[in-house]
Structure formats: structure tokens, C-alpha cells
């Protein structure tokens, strides 16, 4: 369904009990993330209107941080059904048409094509009821969201760019620090459409025209972030699911950029590629760290424009589950319809765990037919647009539920060698990727964990991993730096164990690691991941995330003794070598915490939700951005 615009949308929240209107002053500054971080990792998960910000505009914050809110602001009852549309369509363009009448009957489906097409409309839309020629962004209730943050961040902005040569239009969606009242940074990383455009103007000695959406029909926002091919419209993807196309204005003081008519705030501006850079960051990412600064563009705002009863949307990331989790899995399930008919048609199914943060893992499930298709799928996957970022791809085959992640560990657990059926590249890694060496470059590995053929049975295949009782007490004495251990895994058929340790000396996981598969009880086990001492290793789901973000697959993960080794842990000068800094993982300050605690009972929400800070707090190195 389209929405009307983001009140509209609001209002249909509401009435599903999906929404929660907050009318307690709440400050922009840190307390508005640290209750969202609160109610989003809750039974209680729900969006939330801030209506007192201190300013003239509501905060919605988490508006689709959930599967359900999801498929609302999709306008779908499951996200597979916009994946099964795809498909559906697909397949009726590209079958061949034997006759005339064949050909004919295909004009509805093109009309309706042609109908999701965007659409400049002459005058002014909603979005310019109010035209602020004297902009002043610090007017708007923008989030700090982290404490250790650079500043005041939009979160949700819907950044429009043209091509100068070309003129076509990218819709994407990049953070923006707030420097002063009409300037902010424009956080466009290198592998970007924008950034490239950027370039063009640069070459052509010319200003950037550019144009930031807040809010209107939700699926703009989701639009944004989609990882569409080069040169394809991304309101054509949001025309397609709203089912009606979307009506575009051309901005009051950049008429070169169109923009929503029902969106809520419009900030519009420029980029000047001749000036000098701004030192943008840290800031709190999805990853669960800090991202570091870095230098990045200058946007100045040359006017405001809005709706006169404009709503601000904002969202926060860190550690998971947050909203963009969702937001991903929209992704995961619609683009896995063109994956499979253009790329790769043996993929059956595909799954991004929460706990990898989008890039850093992704299952996928084929139907495999013959010897070498799983090596296959991995280039195609590697080569295949924004998963050109991943670092972690398992492939799996059967009748295995890789939504179900015991099960998939097992089945690997049964059909992988490490020996024979692992396989490292290297190549462009997302610019959030801490544990490179090199900034967005980095390690690739694809686990084989489906049922090996004959021609792929190596002569160094192992033999199975049998449920048994591995007592490693008295190992422990032996090795002191080990702070904790868990065998769960392999009581369960799983081939994993973990170890927690306390680094003291170079290389001193290889080595370790070294020792312990020695020890003749550890010779069927298969993967042994290391990590830091103050890690709960209990929780599998905090081991997966520090682990995925921490190893680069090259340099942190390697085969010893016909073993899968992970080093998940901090890297640093002194031990590993490592020359770049290293980011702290995102948790809020004292005073923060013990005030929302304070202000809780009068917020609406429910009984006390404790904040999941404390949980980190002891995981923390330092407080600040960068561990030292």
C-alpha cells in the first residue's frame, strides 16, 4: 500500500498497537537512543513518538524495527510475498512468446511497469508548505546517539545526487554530522554512487547540488538503503512497492534535485568538491563499534523547507538486535528473488544473521547438482554488487533450515573439512570493517559445508565429530591465560569450541592454538575460536558478533592441524602488529542511564526495562572511541 505520508503511517502503527507515544520532555542528547536501545531489545519492541523534544518537531524513532513493522512499512503481510512478486514478474517478462496474442497480453504488465515510474510534478508539494531561506538545522531534534559520538548525527537522511554527465539520480543513504547550523558532513564512502558523483563534479570543477529527504512514505526511506544496480532508479523500486508512483518537486534553491512532494523535512544544499574536507566522527555504528574519523565532504544548506506539522524520523545502531537489523532482512528476502533468476539460479535460499552485521556473514542455501557448485556460488557472490563486502559466506545444501542457525552449525559441523573444504580470498571490504589491515580491503573466506561429491572427497578428510564428553579440566592448568571455555556446542553435535583468553605476549593465539590440538581429545574437533577474556562466551550470539567483526578472514583465520583457527580478538600493536586504531564497542555513559532509570515511570513504556549497557559495560576498554 502507499502511504500518504510518515503521519499516515504513524497513525496505521498505532491502531495495530505498534506504536507508543512518548509526552515526557525527553532530551535529544543520548536519552532518546538509550530508551530506544532499551524497548528495541525488549518483548515491549515498539516504535516510539517523542513529542516533546525541546523543539517544534516529534522524533519517530524505530518505526520498522521489527518484522512486523517491517512488512507494514512495505505495505506486505510477509516479506516473502514482495520476493514471490519479483519472481512472478520475471518469469512472465523473460518467457519466451510464441504468438502474437502471447505478446499482446503482456502490455498490462508493462503498463503497470511503467506506472511505478516517478513522476515530477509541476509547483510545490507538501514537503514546502515552510520555506526556511535562512536554515537553521540546529532547529530540528537531531540525536546524539552515542557518547563518545563526534556529535549530533541525522540517521535516516534520503540523500538525492545527480550524475553531471548523465543526469540520473541516486537515492542513497549516508550519516550527516552536525558542524554548525547550515553545515554538515556528507559520509559517502568510496565504494558509493555519490561519492563517485562527487568525482564527476570534482573533474568538471564544478559544485554538487544535493538534497536530503526526511521522512514521508516509509518505503522512501527503504528505498534508500537498497542495494540496487548502477543507473536504476530507486523510486522506481518504491514505486513498485507501494503500488503507486511516486510524486517528485524540484527543490526551491537547487532546482536541479527532485525531491518527495509528501516527505517531511528537505534540506538542501551543496557540496563544494573544491574545498577542503571536514574531520567527520566517531560515531556509533551498526557494527556494534565506534566508526573513526575520517575526512569526509562538507554539505552546505542553502534552505529548509517542511511540512507544517513535520514529524523528524531518526534511528540509532549498535549492538545487535537494532532497527537496521530489519531493515536488512527487508533486503535479504527481496533481493534474493533477482539473485537467484539473474546470477546465481541454484540458490535456493539466503540468510544475514543479526549477529554479522550485514557484511560480515551470509548462509546461503543451493541446490547443488555437481562437484565444485559451491566454489561456484562463492565467486558469484564475491561479484555480486554490495556482497563484494562480505567476509564470511557458508554454503549449505539439503533439506537444512538455515534459518535455524544449531542446525546449520551442525550440518557444516557433518560435511566440512576444514582442510580440504575452506577457501580464502581477499578483495574490498566495507569501510566499517575494523579488523583490516587496510582500510575497505581486506580477507574473504567461504565455508563448503555441503555434501561432498565424489570428485571432492580429499585424501585428508577427517572423520566425523563424535558427541563425546571432552573433559579439558585438567588442560586448564596448563594454560593460564585461558579465562573460561565452552564446550556446549560440542555436546550438541557441533563441532565448535570456544576459549576466552588474556593475551600476553605475540602470536600468542597461534601458538595457543598450537598446544591445544595437540591434546588428543581435541582431534575430531573441527573449529576453535579464541576471544578476549572479558567476553561472555555463554552467549553464542555476543561470541558470533565479536568474533565476525574482530578476524580478518586472512589474516585471523587460518587452517592448523586440519583445524578451523579464529582469532575474534582485539588486535594491537604490541601483539598482532596492528598498525590502525581500534574502535570501542558503543555503550552509554552513567549518567545517562541513571537518567532515563529516574525518568522511566513517567514515560509510558511499561515496567522497567534495565539498560543492555550494563551488560557491555565490562567489556569496554577505556571509555573513550578508541581503545588506547
Not at 230 to 249: H, Q, S, T
Not at 254 to 267: C, F, G, K, T, W
Not at 278 to 296: K, M
Amino acid at each position: 500500500m502507499a502511504y500518504k505520508n510518515l503521519q499516515h503511517f504513524i497513525s496505521e502503527l498505532e491502531k495495530a498497537g505498534e506504536l507508543i507515544r512518548i509526552k515526557e520532555y525527553v532530551n535529544p542528547v543520548l536519552e532518546i537512543s538509550e530508551i530506544t536501545d532499551r524497548i528495541s531489545k525488549s518483548e515491549n519492541n515498539k516504535a516510539l513518538l517523542f513529542e516533546n523534544t525541546g523543539t517544534n518537531f516529534p522524533v519517530l524513532i524505530n518505526s520498522m524495527g521489527s518484522y512486523r513493522r517491517m512488512c507494514m512499512a512495505l505495505g506486505v503481510d510477509e516479506l516473502d510475498d514482495v520476493k514471490n512478486e519479483i519472481e512472478s514478474l520475471f518469469k512472465n517478462l523473460m518467457k519466451p512468446k510464441d504468438n502474437i496474442l502471447e505478446k499482446l497480453a503482456m502490455l498490462p504488465q508493462l503498463g503497470q511497469i511503467a506506472s511505478w515510474m516517478p513522476k515530477v510534478k509541476n509547483g510545490r508539494g507538501d514537503c514546502q508548505e515552510i520555506i526556511v531561506e535562512q536554515p537553521d538545522i540546529t532547529a530540528i531534534p537531531i540525536l546524539k546517539c552515542w557518547p563518545k559520538d563526534g556529535g549530533n548525527f541525522i540517521t535516516l537522511p534520503i540523500i538525492h545526487t545527480k550524475d553531471p554527465n548523465t543526469n540520473v539520480r541516486n537515492v542513497g543513504m549516508y550519516r550527516m554530522q552536525i558542524f554548525d547550523k547550515n553545515l554538515t558532513a556528507m559520509h559517502w564512502h568510496k565504494h558509493k554512487v555519490s561519492a563517485r558523483h562527487f568525482n564527476e563534479y570534482k573533474l568538471l570543477g564544478k559544485k554538487m547540488p544535493v538534497a536530503v529527504a526526511l521522512g514521508g512514505d516509509p518505503v522512501y526511506t527503504y528505498a534508500a538503503t537498497a542495494p540496487l544496480p548502477d543507473n536504476v532508479d530507486e523510486y522506481m523500486l518504491a514505486g513498485f512497492l507501494r503500488k503507486k508512483k511516486v510524486e517528485l518537486v524540484r527543490c526551491i534553491s537547487q532546482p536541479e534535485i527532485e525531491v518527495p512532494a509528501d516527505a517531511d523535512i528537505i534540506l538542501e544544499g551543496y557540496v563544494d568538491p573544491s574545498e577542503d574536507l571536514i574531520w567527520e566522527g566517531p560515531f556509533g555504528d551498526h557494527t556494534g563499534y565506534y566508526s573513526l574519523p575520517d575526512w569526509y565532504p562538507k554539505f552546505h544548506i542553502t534552505a529548509i523547507t517542511h511540512r507544517k506539522n513535520a514529524v523528524y524520523p531518526a534511528t540509532i545502531v549498535g549492538i545487535p538486535p537494532q532497527e537496521d537489523a530489519w531493515i536488512g532482512k527487508a533486503t535479504e528476502r527481496i533481493f534474493l528473488a533477482p539473485i537467484k533468476m539473474t546470477m546465481i539460479p541454484e540458490i535456493e535460499d539466503m540468510e544475514l544473521p543479526m549477529e554479522g552485521v550485514f557484511h560480515n556473514l551470509t548462509i546461503v542455501k543451493i541446490k547443488k547438482e555437481f562437484a565444485g557448485q559451491a566454489q561456484k556460488v562463492m565467486n558469484a557472490m564475491w561479484g555480486a554488487g554490495q556482497m563484494m563486502f562480505n567476509k564470511i559466506l557458508v554454503v549449505v545444501d539439503g533439506d537444512v533450515n538455515i534459518h535455524d542457525y544449531a542446525a546449520v552449525a551442525k550440518y557444516v559441523s557433518e560435511n566440512c573439512n576444514p582442510a580440504s573444504d575452506i577457501y580464502f580470498s581477499q578483495g574490498p571490504m566495507d569501510v566499517l570493517d575494523h579488523s583490516c589491515s587496510k582500510m575497505g580491503f581486506g580477507g574473504k573466506m567461504c565455508v563448503d559445508g555441503t555434501k561432498k561429491m565424489e570428485e571432492e572427497i580429499s585424501n585428508l578428510r577427517m572423520s566425523q565429530f563424535e558427541n563425546s564428553k571432552i573433559d579439558f579440566t585438567i588442560h586448564h592448568s596448563l594454560f593460564t591465560e585461558i579465562k573460561s571455555y565452552n564446550f556446549e556446542l560440542l555436546k550438541n553435535g557441533i563441532s565448535v569450541a570456544i576459549f576466552s583468553v588474556e593475551k600476553n605476549k605475540p602470536n600468542y593465539v597461534k601458538d595457543l592454538a598450537q598446544k591445544i590440538c595437540a591434546l588428543d581429545e581435541m582431534q575430531n574437533v573441527k573449529t576453535l575460536i579464541f576471544v578476549d577474556a572479558n567476553i561472555d562466551i555463554n552467549s553464542i550470539a555476543d561470541v558470533l558478533w565479536r568474533a565476525c567483526n574482530n578476524a580478518d578472514a586472512r589474516r585471523d583465520i587460518y587452517i592448523s592441524a586440519e583445524k578451523l583457527i579464529v582469532d575474534g580478538t582485539t588486535k594491537t600493536k604490541a601483539f598482532d602488529n596492528f598498525d590502525r586504531d581500534w574502535p570501542n564497542i558503543l555503550v552509554h555513559d552513567d549518567a545517562t542511564i541513571k537518567s532515563v532509570d529516574e525518568k522511566w515511570s513517567r514515560l509510558g513504556l511499561g515496567d522497567f526495562i534495565p539498560s543492555p549497557s550494563l551488560k557491555y559495560k565490562s567489556q569496554m576498554y577505556g571509555y573513550e572511541a578508541v581503545i588506547e
